[in-house]
């Protein structure tokens, strides 16, 4: 079995490949190892080379494209993406970007969430992000949420009831006992995926719903309101 998990950052893509991966013990490929590129050709070749074996996941951030999901289908590896509230998605790309800072970890090449490094929440910068430059992430995940080539996970429903989401996603990919969906939830709580590595430790943070409705002020909403309603409502959420 394979399985590439394909999402917007911030919506839980290390939870849903942890559960995946216990439940149906799988081998994460990270790092170096991950296909360097979401060029279907480049793709084609990494699998010809034998870097996604059978018995492995991983996850990566792209837009939709039917020719990479093409490949991806071709290789028989199943299709995931998980969709998160874009409200809680803001808060964790600010958070980590801080996170990112804190620890020198730094892209190759500057970003434009890199606006966003030490600066308090309501900083004209950071909402100069929320306005020019968010859109972007929230229309990935809505392509693919609305592409019908993915298996779509909600970040909320993973968290209200864990068993039964996990539950619903596994029965279309290949079903399982209830018991390995429970061991794969106790091993992937937060508090544990922390403890894989020294970058997860500050990668993975409050792991919960609804820190934004705490954190945002209404600048924040208004932009929200303003440029991405459209977007919100379409990935199946209520403009605040």
């Not at 492995?56 to 028989?76: N, Y």
């Not at 429970?182 to 609804?210: F, I, P, Y």
Request: hydrophobic share 40%; glycine share 4%.
């Amino acid at each position: 079995m394979r399985i590439v998990i394909t999402s917007a950052p911030k919506t839980g893509n290390h939870w849903i490949k942890c559960l995946l991966a216990e439940a149906y013990g799988l081998r994460w490929i990270a790092g170096d190892e991950k296909s360097p590129t979401t060029r279907p050709d480049q793709f084609r070749a990494w699998m010809a080379a034998g870097q996604f074996p059978d018995g492995s996941i991983f996850h990566q951030h792209c837009r939709f494209s039917r020719a990479l999901v093409d490949e991806i289908t071709a290789a028989h590896a199943h299709l995931v993406t998980i969709v998160r509230d874009p409200y809680d998605m803001f808060i964790s790309m600010y958070s980590w970007v801080q996170e990112r800072e804190a620890h020198d970890v730094r892209s190759q090449q500057a970003r434009p969430r890199d606006r966003m490094i030490d600066k308090p929440l309501g900083h004209p910068d950071v909402l100069a992000f929320l306005t020019n430059d968010f859109g972007s992430v929230l229309r990935r995940s809505n392509e693919w949420l609305h592409s019908g080539r993915a298996l779509v996970v909600r970040y909320e429903e993973l968290h209200a009831d864990p068993i039964a989401e996990l539950r619903r996603t596994t029965v279309q990919i290949e079903p399982i006992v209830v018991d390995r969906l429970t061991d794969a939830v106790e091993a992937c709580r937060a508090e544990n995926l922390r403890q894989r590595n020294e970058k997860m430790q500050w990668h993975v943070r409050s792991a919960r719903t609804g820190e934004s409705r705490e954190r945002l002020g209404e600048e924040h909403l208004q932009i929200f309101r303003d440029r991405h309603a459209k977007t919100i409502r379409s990935l199946g959420y209520e403009v605040r």
